[in-house]
């Protein structure tokens, strides 16, 4: 598993960091606090507060190309 912190601080950075992320297999997560969310998951996302930095949990990233590349523009 890797992690990195990401910014998500308004809605067309969510809507799309959620169609990129979507292009990937494997499980992606975002942890802010006491709250961890399926990362694919709009509905989840907009749960959390994101004017926050939230962590993105990458898991199982050896079997994928490199999401940190094609999520560069959220990445903090």
């Not at 990129?20 to 709009?42: C, M, Q």
């Amino acid at each position: 598993m890797k992690s990195v912190n990401v910014s998500l601080n308004t809605i067309d950075k969510v809507k799309k960091f959620v169609n990129l992320i979507n292009t990937f297999e494997g499980d992606f997560d975002l942890v802010t606090e006491r709250y961890v969310i399926d990362a694919k998951s709009i509905m989840g996302i907009f749960s959390l507060d994101i004017s926050n930095v939230l962590r993105l949990d990458i898991h199982d990233n050896a079997s994928m190309s490199d999401p940190e590349t094609v999520l560069k523009e959220f990445i903090v």
